[in-house]
């Protein structure tokens, strides 16, 4: 029998560590993924995922499905160690536009790697084919927003470019992003 | 609707990447307008799928081991048998359960003692079943693994046995590639020649070889097929014949397609009116047995 993210949740609010676990295995690849956008280095990142499914664990409690997804709150707990650790280590991430691979390493599927569960992977590459729906600047700005935790002053510098114009690449790309989502079927 | 707020804040504020007041200042605008907390909340949604666009990259084994080592040694913990609810049902901290000792300390336990003794008695007899039976069941795995260990083992020896074979093969097929390579080389050297032997009695019109010589590169190489096998005291002898003087340039057997390859005294071979093979009694003869000789090739003039 498969759980929802939700029900799993349940389960390791109520201390079943073989809920935890499942959510693990579903989750904890994407999440590398993730993390290693922001820190760069692996054996960081693996720590980071640890740490973020040990916050799954201990702060369960505190999950409520009903202001959000899990795998939303989930995400959002790693990438926020990911950033605050570089931060603390005082790396400053590159910008995307001056590096290519480092946006096919965001647009393309690596193809060594795999999901955990089919449903997540097939998501994964439909969510990866909508991104293909932005420009090179209103991505470049998503990007370093999102992956590399600036500010949006900070990408405003790092890109030279006036704050109105990151603004606008901003707003633009989400909505075109919500639109291409909406029409490839992606649940929002 | 704020207008400056939506529109530059907005969308950071759902790639989360706002400073501290700037956040703030969101949280306090949409507290006051739900529609706008909508709109909010439909921008933090479709950031939310970006972590999927990320190819994923499995993490090493040890993560997943030092994680769930760390939730094992928690106090929190409960054994996967409970079962629990789908729904979030906070059930910790729970209070503490009174000890055995509390309880005897009540006085609850003390008319049972004797009931709960025997019952001890029985639930140990039944454990010790128990493990008695676990215990043949761990002795006839470990029958079954150590039989598959000697098969394996058999196997091994046998697997070793040919490979040992195929190495010989493999050396006899090296030199005989060698020896085809040589071959080759001597047809290809500047200036060799190449002498074509055929039947002499009629009576093995298939039989033929060829006697290749390349004086310059020092090599000569004699090819003879369609060769009849001969008895076991006999062997074929090749011969150089200068004027009338037979010179043995070696004696040989063929394989059982009539076959062989023979290099020759490049010195030897370099210089001849004729060639011949015969057959002779084993160790061969000093000269060829005049009618034992059944190819024969001469040099053109």
Wanted: no cysteine; net charge negative.
């Amino acid at each position: 029998m498969s759980f929802t993210d939700e029900q799993l949740m349940a389960k390791v609010t109520a201390g079943d560590s073989a809920a935890l676990e499942t959510l693990y295995d579903r989750y904890a690849a994407t999440l590398l993924g993730v993390v290693l956008r922001v820190v760069q280095d692996r054996s960081v990142a693996e720590e980071i995922v640890q740490e973020t499914f040990w916050r799954v664990w201990d702060k369960a409690a505190s999950f409520d499905d009903t202001q959000g997804k899990f795998s939303t709150w989930m995400f959002s707990i790693g990438r926020r160690l990911a950033i605050d650790t570089t931060r603390r280590q005082k790396i400053r991430p590159h910008a995307a536009r001056n590096d290519a691979e480092e946006a096919r390493m965001l647009r393309e599927p690596d193809g060594s790697s795999v999901a955990e569960t089919a449903d997540l992977r097939i998501e994964q590459e439909r969510v990866r084919s909508v991104l293909t729906v932005l420009s090179p600047e209103q991505y470049e700005v998503i990007e370093l927003a999102y992956f590399q935790g600036l500010t949006r002053q900070e990408i405003a510098q790092a890109t030279d470019t006036p704050l109105g114009t990151i603004h606008t690449r901003a707003r633009l790309g989400l909505q075109k992003l919500r639109s291409a989502l909406e029409s490839a079927g992606i649940e929002l | 609707m704020n207008k400056r707020i939506e529109e530059e804040l907005f969308p950071f504020y759902a790639l989360d990447a706002l400073t501290a007041e700037e956040k703030a200042e969101v949280e306090a605008y949409i507290a006051a307008d739900p529609e706008a907390q909508a709109r909010l909340v439909a921008l933090q949604d479709m950031a939310a799928q970006l972590p999927l666009a990320v190819a994923p990259v499995p993490p090493a084994p040890s993560v997943k081991a030092n994680l769930m080592a760390r939730v094992q040694a928690d106090s929190r913990v409960v054994q996967p048998a409970v079962e629990v609810a789908t729904k979030p049902v906070v059930k910790r901290p729970s209070p503490p359960q009174p000890t055995w000792w509390d309880r005897l300390r009540q006085g609850v336990a003390v008319p049972m003692l004797a009931g709960t003794a025997a019952l001890a008695a029985i639930v140990l007899f039944i454990w010790a079943i128990s493990l008695n039976q676990q215990v043949n069941q761990l002795q006839g795995q470990v029958a079954d693994l150590t039989s598959d260990t000697n098969v394996l083992v058999e196997n091994m020896a046998a697997l070793e046995a040919d490979n040992d074979q195929l190495r010989v093969r493999n050396e006899v097929l090296q030199q005989q590639l060698q020896t085809q390579a040589d071959i080759l080389a001597s047809y290809q050297a500047p200036g060799a020649t190449t002498l074509a032997l055929g039947d002499l009695t009629g009576e093995n019109p298939t039989a033929a070889a060829t006697l290749t010589v390349a004086a310059e590169a020092g090599v000569a190489t004699f090819v003879a097929r369609n060769l009849p096998p001969l008895s076991a005291d006999q062997v074929y002898q090749l011969w150089i014949i200068r004027g009338d003087l037979p010179l043995s340039a070696g004696i040989f057997s063929v394989d059982e397609n009539g076959r062989v390859t023979l290099a020759v005294d490049a010195a030897l071979a370099s210089a001849y009116d004729a060639v011949g093979v015969s057959i002779e009694p084993a160790g061969g003869s000093a000269t060829p047995t005049p009618d034992q000789i059944i190819l024969l090739g001469a040099a053109s003039s």
